[in-house]
């Protein structure tokens, strides 16, 4: 049985990747249940996911508010944005198997079958305050990239970034150098 990301290490990052990728997918297009749904399957959730299309203008709400924290200008910024989120969205944390279907994990949400939009604002908020404690920098962005938008996860140290792919970072030097050709 494959290991849920469950918040510390390695899987606060896998966490906060699924929040950007679901960023994404509900804010800068108009989001369908098949798209949603793809993004939450290839970041572990199981079938049957029971998503509805009256769950994805809450979701598209909640990623709105995560979408704040990755375009917060600073890690000051960051921090007051989540401590915002956490402090209207989350609960107490409680551990949780969901009925032995996988390994104990930590949730912040009110129970197992809580809304999506209150898992996706509370799981995320979390996962990208830990990075934000572990790294002391904002953990994450918005890609500078024009006509791109998408939100990325800052993976370490290093100088910032500002592109979400190093595709859209090759496209914006390849026109930067054609306008000064």
Do not use: K
Not at 86 to 105: E, Q
Not at 132 to 140: D, F, H, K, N, V
């Amino acid at each position: 049985m494959p290991v849920p990301p469950f918040l510390s290490g390695r899987s606060a990052r896998s966490a906060a990747q699924r929040a950007a990728d679901l960023v994404a997918v509900l804010v800068l297009a108009e989001p369908t249940v098949p798209a949603v749904s793809e993004v939450l399957l290839r970041h572990g959730e199981r079938e049957p996911l029971g998503l509805t299309e009256r769950d994805l203008v809450p979701l598209r709400a909640a990623a709105v508010d995560l979408r704040r924290v990755f375009a917060a200008e600073d890690v000051d910024e960051a921090a007051a944005l989540l401590n915002e989120l956490l402090a209207r969205h989350a609960h107490p944390p409680r551990l949780t198997t969901h009925g032995g279907a996988h390994d104990w994990h930590l949730h912040v949400d009110s129970r197992d079958d809580a809304s999506w939009d209150e898992w996706l604002r509370t799981s995320s908020a979390l996962a990208l305050a830990v990075l934000l404690a572990e790294r002391q920098q904002a953990p994450g962005g918005i890609c500078a990239a024009r006509g791109c938008g998408r939100p990325f996860v800052t993976a370490g140290s290093g100088s910032p970034r500002r592109y979400c792919s190093s595709r859209c970072a090759t496209r914006e030097r390849v026109a930067a150098h054609r306008r000064r050709a």
